[in-house]
């Protein structure tokens, strides 16, 4: 079995990344036609990029645990290498995170000229309400996309390593965030981008050490 034989077995996970994005932006579009069209609303809204940001993130958390509790597993147990069936695994999450992101940049770009273009000129009179709380940039729906899979690897990681002992690290984890969500300068930490990207790569580089020398059940 190849390294990167995990894109192959993994076709179907490609549809349903697929799906999602697409069934979102037909949602937003039906959603808008209907209140315009057959409700009669003389104003409507983009709430799409919102939408695609938090189904990212959701897909992409998914895809880092699914891709190392699933996929590293089976390529060493088909005599991979580790560093290369971890390879593997980040050739896979490569994949998916630039699927999610050009999805989502080219559904976002048709849907704004949807609403804001086409829709007034087919509806006359009909009002665009713009709200920066939905109409995230570019750059959001890319680090949603990206976030999500590097938050499922770590996840995926933590899982493989601690067994059914991982769920309640999780929510250890979990909890001592929101018990200290009044006391931790989130915002203000989250602002200092840095400081999140050094600990982001000290976390997965742990990670990766750690599954390079777990011992997986034979």
Do not use: Q
């Amino acid at each position: 079995m190849k390294p990167f034989a995990l894109l192959r077995y993994s076709r179907d996970d490609f549809f349903l990344y697929t799906l999602a994005p697409t069934g979102c932006f037909l949602l937003s579009l039906l959603a808008n036609l209907a209140a315009v069209g057959v409700i009669g609303a003389r104003t409507t809204f983009v709430f799409l990029p919102i939408l695609l940001a938090v189904v990212c993130t959701l897909l992409g958390l998914v895809a880092g645990i699914i891709g190392v509790c699933h996929g590293f597993p089976l390529a060493v147990s088909f005599s991979v290498s580790r560093k290369k069936a971890l390879l593997g695994v980040w050739a896979y999450l490569g994949a998916v995170f630039a699927l999610l992101s050009l999805l989502s940049l080219l559904f976002t770009a048709a849907d704004h000229w949807l609403v804001y273009d086409w829709m007034p000129t087919v509806f006359s009179g009909l009002r665009v309400l713009g709200d920066p709380l939905y109409e995230v940039n570019g750059l959001v729906l890319v680090a949603s996309a990206a976030g999500g899979v590097l938050a499922g690897f770590l996840l995926g990681a933590l899982c493989l390593r601690f067994g059914n002992r991982s769920g309640w690290l999780i929510f250890g984890i979990y909890f001592a965030a929101f018990l200290g969500r009044a006391v931790i300068p989130w915002g203000a930490l989250l602002s200092v981008w840095p400081c999140c990207v050094l600990a982001a790569a000290v976390l997965l580089a742990v990670a990766v050490v750690s599954l390079l020398r777990l011992t997986l059940p034979s």
